[in-house]
């Protein structure tokens, strides 16, 4: 009697067998289809302190009162001494232009030219706060730079971030930068 049922079980065993075996090749098969299109992650660039050119977004908030908020698109080139800083709307019309050298500093905007002594002038006039400019272009490379009442956050840099805030003096003040 066992070998009748037995042999009546065989086939049906056979084929739960034949079937687990096949749903094991294609689970195994999916895994391994599925691993091949898994994209890995991306490391970090690193970051080039020789680089003299950047493009993006930037947004930079004052907060005075009433606060202040400006992002734009930018496209920079140069160093603290002499370069030129583009800034644009989300749809690509320029909203600024500045270009500088030792001793004067240009923006145009709107049509109208304006001129300043320096970098610095230009900047603190036209965003409504001072910001270390000189400071700025050394993070801009990954370069630490110490700046009173500034914290600087480079960790994220080689993901094409870059966070600085002015802490003191008072309005405190926050720029980001996100590059392309």
């Not at 690193?46 to 950047?54: I, L, M």
């Not at 002499?82 to 050298?101: D, F, K, R």
């Not at 965003?127 to 960790?155: K, N």
């Amino acid at each position: 009697m066992k070998s009748a049922v037995k042999a009546a079980a065989g086939p049906a065993l056979s084929m739960v067998n034949a079937r687990r075996q096949t749903l094991q090749a294609l689970t195994l098969g999916s895994v391994v289809l599925l691993s091949g299109c898994a994209t890995a992650r991306k490391e970090p660039a690193a970051v080039d302190k020789e680089r003299s050119s950047w493009t993006g977004r930037l947004g930079l908030t004052i907060a005075s009162d009433p606060p202040q908020s400006f992002s734009a698109g930018f496209s920079l080139s140069g160093n603290a001494e002499t370069g030129q800083l583009s800034l644009s709307s989300p749809l690509g019309s320029t909203l600024a232009a500045m270009h500088w050298q030792p001793g004067s500093a240009v923006l145009n905007q709107g049509g109208k030219e304006q001129r300043f002594n320096s970098l610095d002038e230009l900047v603190t006039q036209t965003s409504g706060t001072p910001i270390p400019i000189r400071a700025l272009f050394a993070w801009l490379r990954g370069e630490p730079e110490t700046v009173e009442g500034w914290q600087a956050d480079l960790s994220s840099l080689p993901d094409g971030r870059l966070h600085a805030q002015r802490l003191q003096p008072l309005p405190t003040a926050e720029l980001r930068l996100v590059f392309d």
